[in-house]
């Protein structure tokens, strides 16, 4: 049969790689929008409660949320201190490049653009367009510490007070779930880093004509 044959696992190995790669993919996608919700809701919250005050009076904020046990605005991941709503917006938006970066650096293989945007953040140790058997493997491990940096991030935010108006969707769940789909990706991401630089052919060891000296 023509679908025999020694590549034939290589093949069934190459068609699920790309599978698991639209996978993490996704999981990148979903935590994308997490970030950019727990922004839209920190910066709305703060500025509906806390009356745009950028001090460093906690009684200030607790006479505004009423809560004088929490150190931070209620329903929000901002601290109650001197600019925390500064500096927590800021976070987040650096927390779409970084979600950006990771995604750029799984998808350089197939779009030249993704090496440009990796350029543009001096993060070109993130790839590298030479063949697995010609180089060390360390752009994958920084892409896996890279996310792993992501997910702790996204783990240690809190979700109350994220609703946006969608009655189908339970958003706090939604924002767990994209958090732990996106750690369990990680293991297997390293599969899908470069694939097309995998060979489906069958290496020259197991040649056995050219073994046995045959011309």
């Given at each position: 049969?023509?679908?025999?044959?020694?590549?034939?696992?290589?093949?069934?190995?190459?068609?699920?790689?790309?599978?698991?790669?639209?996978?993490?993919?996704?999981?990148?996608?979903?935590?994308?929008?997490?970030?950019?919700?727990?922004?839209?809701?920190?910066?709305?919250?703060?500025?509906?409660?806390?009356?745009?005050?950028?001090?460093?009076?906690?009684?200030?904020?607790?006479s505004?949320?009423?809560?004088?046990?929490?150190?931070?605005?209620?329903?929000?991941?901002?601290?109650?201190?001197?600019?925390?709503v500064?500096?927590?917006?800021?976070?987040?938006?650096?927390?779409?490049?970084?979600?950006?970066?990771?995604?750029?650096?799984?998808?350089?293989?197939?779009?030249?653009?993704?090496?440009?945007?990796?350029?543009?953040?001096?993060?070109?140790?993130?790839?590298d367009?030479?063949?697995?058997?010609?180089?060390?493997?360390?752009?994958?491990?920084?892409n896996?510490?890279?996310?792993?940096?992501?997910?702790?991030?996204?783990?240690?935010?809190?979700?109350?007070?994220?609703?946006?108006?969608?009655?189908?969707v339970?958003?706090?769940?939604?924002?767990?779930?994209?958090?732990?789909?996106?750690?369990?990706?990680?293991?297997?991401?390293?599969?899908?880093?470069?694939?097309?630089?995998?060979?489906?052919?069958?290496?020259?060891?197991?040649?056995?004509a050219?073994?046995?000296?045959?011309?």
């Amino acid at each position: 049969m023509a679908f025999l044959g020694p590549t034939l696992f290589p093949r069934i190995l190459m068609h699920i790689i790309r599978l698991w790669f639209v996978v993490a993919l996704g999981c990148l996608i979903m935590v994308l929008i997490v970030w950019i919700m727990i922004f839209i809701e920190n910066t709305k919250t703060f500025s509906d409660t806390m009356h745009h005050y950028l001090g460093n009076d906690q009684n200030v904020y607790d006479s505004f949320d009423y809560d004088h046990n929490a150190g931070y605005v209620s329903n929000t991941n901002i601290p109650k201190h001197l600019g925390g709503v500064v500096f927590t917006s800021l976070f987040d938006v650096a927390m779409w490049f970084f979600v950006l970066i990771a995604m750029a650096s799984d998808l350089f293989w197939r779009f030249p653009i993704c090496k440009d945007f990796l350029e543009t953040f001096w993060t070109s140790g993130l790839y590298d367009t030479r063949g697995f058997v010609d180089i060390e493997f360390f752009f994958i491990f920084a892409n896996a510490f890279l996310k792993l940096f992501i997910v702790a991030a996204t783990g240690s935010q809190t979700y109350v007070g994220i609703y946006p108006n969608n009655e189908h969707v339970d958003t706090p769940l939604f924002c767990l779930y994209a958090t732990m789909c996106l750690a369990g990706s990680i293991p297997f991401t390293n599969l899908d880093r470069q694939p097309s630089t995998l060979s489906t052919e069958v290496p020259p060891t197991f040649d056995l004509a050219s073994s046995e000296g045959t011309p």
